[in-house]
């Protein structure tokens, strides 16, 4: 009879279309919170510091400081409990997990965001620097560049 039940569950999962979000990504999860026999939706935002599992039992870790104190909450990918996930912004990581950020506090928190820059030949990927002479004399050579086209 389990085993009936997992198999069901399992192949609800592979048929639903759950959202691509990534390690590094800014989401909003929806969560459906049941208060006596009302139903609401609460959202969750953070950053996606963690993703475990596979298939049916994978579940991922959205952190968020709240009034200067770190929140983390795991949520199981295919949850029913989950109404959507929203990818609000793509950050540039180099690691599958980024458990360092829970020592981190105010802006050292902050990760590089990614870009897609679309072209007429195809879409391409851009790593964004924010600060720095560097940076401004790149930003100022591609707005030179835009004019002259």
């Known amino acids: 009879m389990s ?3 997992i198999r069901l569950v399992e192949e ?3 048929k639903e279309n759950v959202s691509q ?3 590094g990504d800014r989401v909003n999860v929806h969560c459906k919170i049941l208060e006596g026999d009302k139903e609401r939706i609460q959202i969750f935002n953070g950053d996606v510091i963690a993703r475990s599992g596979s298939g049916v039992r994978e579940t991922f870790t959205v952190r968020r400081i709240v009034a200067g104190q770190g929140v983390e909450r795991k949520f199981p990918v295919h949850s029913p409990r989950i109404a959507k996930i929203e990818v ?3 950050s540039v990581v180099r690691r599958s997990k980024l458990y360092y950020l829970r020592d981190r506090v105010g802006k050292a928190t902050r990760l590089e965001q990614r870009r897609v820059e679309r072209n007429d030949q195809a879409e391409k990927t851009v790593k964004i620097k924010k600060r720095g002479k560097k940076a401004k004399q790149a930003r100022r050579e591609a707005a030179a560049k835009k004019e002259a086209e």
């Open 88 to 90: 609000l912004r793509s």
């Open 21 to 23: 979000f990534e390690i």
């Open 12 to 14: 609800r999962a592979k």
């Open 3 to 5: 085993q009936e039940l």
